[in-house]
């Protein structure tokens, strides 16, 4: 993530992922999951967090689903069904489920496909907020596959010169393996930025860049500004001299393989929450395994070594830094905020939760 939305240094506390991990899956056994269950939720929202990838950890994330379960707006219990299928592919009802465990499920299922047919691919409508995309994409490549994950993000996109939401912020995650260079992982909605980023800047106290969002006729907002009450997000590229129409039309393939492919609708016309799809890639049906993955280490390496513009010190590739900020958080704990904190120990306190946080 960009610097800008990382906690300040100096107000950081850092707290240990494993326990971390252990208070938010106490949290969503509280909401009526299953051992199981609050297990995967947790793993999904920590794998954000230890990553940098503040938008999708705890931080935002944990409090919506908490009053979201208190408005039964997500099945603790759900029991996903296929409701069409056909060889390496199926539609999958969620049931209400919470996405970090239907996701999860889904993605095992297209993962199985792939076993079986080279390529398996699963949608999955009535879903909710399944968390960061990259999860789901990387469960792939321990079973040398490819995999590509995307949901329909809430409604707030403008279309090229538009002025009302037409199209959610709609990430799209792919993960590619590699041998011994860190493996490519890309994951990013296909707003100029993402939402849950918006909510990061105001907690945090930062302007928002040129080109990330619209005044609420749709004019697009081109200076750094303190985040308006009313807003719409562009679509990535900004404006369309830059590219926006690239963006909007890659969130409009993401309502209508998410959506309309599992026959649940797109955009204005969406008749259930989030609809998700999932993609893997058998390797070894396309190409010898290490061959492909030596060609990756090639690749990736280039990519590092590539010459930097003046001012910058090295090139990355998307997963290389999550990568290396892995290794620190795991080592060093996880910055949070103290508001974050504090939300932490009253939740804690009203569901009488053990507050053992280092």
């Not at 409604?155 to 493996?183: C, F, Q, R, S, Y």
């Not at 309309?260 to 390797?283: E, K, P, T, W």
Request: with cysteine; proline share 5%.
């Amino acid at each position: 993530m960009l610097e800008r939305f990382h906690v300040p240094h100096d107000i950081a506390v850092k707290v240990n992922h494993k326990e971390i991990f252990d208070v938010v899956k106490n949290i969503f056994l509280k909401m009526g999951m299953s051992d199981e269950d609050a297990r995967i939720s947790a793993d999904v929202l920590i794998y954000a967090d230890v990553r940098g990838i503040e938008s999708h950890g705890v931080s935002n994330m944990l409090r919506r689903y908490v009053d979201a379960f208190a408005e039964k707006d997500i099945n603790p219990t759900p029991k996903p069904k296929v409701i069409r299928g056909k060889g390496a592919v199926a539609t999958l009802d969620s049931d209400a489920g919470h996405g970090l465990v239907v996701g999860p499920y889904a993605m095992n299922m297209a993962i199985e496909k792939a076993k079986d047919y080279g390529i398996g691919s699963v949608t999955v409508i009535n879903g909710r907020h399944f968390g960061a995309c990259a999860y789901h994409a990387e469960m792939a490549l321990k079973h040398n596959m490819i995999g590509i994950a995307m949901t329909t993000g809430g409604l707030m996109v403008a279309p090229v010169n538009g002025a009302e939401a037409k199209v959610g912020l709609n990430p799209i995650g792919v993960a590619v393996p590699t041998k011994d260079e860190p493996p490519f992982i890309f994951d990013a909605s296909m707003s100029s930025v993402a939402g849950n980023k918006i909510a990061l800047a105001q907690r945090i106290g930062v302007k928002v860049m040129p080109g990330w969002i619209a005044k609420a006729d749709g004019t697009p907002i081109m200076e750094e500004t303190e985040v308006p009450d009313e807003y719409l997000m562009l679509p990535a590229g900004g404006t369309r001299e830059i590219g926006s129409h690239k963006g909007f039309s890659l969130a409009m393939l993401v309502e209508i393989l998410a959506g309309v492919l599992g026959g649940s609708g797109a955009g204005n016309f969406r008749r259930s929450q989030a609809a998700h799809h999932f993609i893997a890639y058998d390797i070894d049906a396309f190409t010898d395994v290490d061959k492909f993955k030596s060609d990756m280490d090639e690749y990736m390496k280039s990519i590092k070594e590539t010459k930097p513009a003046p001012g910058v010190d090295r090139v990355v590739y998307a997963g290389l830094p999550e990568y290396e900020e892995k290794i620190e958080r795991e080592d060093d704990g996880i910055p949070y905020h103290p508001e974050v904190l504090d939300w932490f120990k009253n939740i804690c306190a009203e569901l009488g939760i053990d507050w053992n946080l280092s």
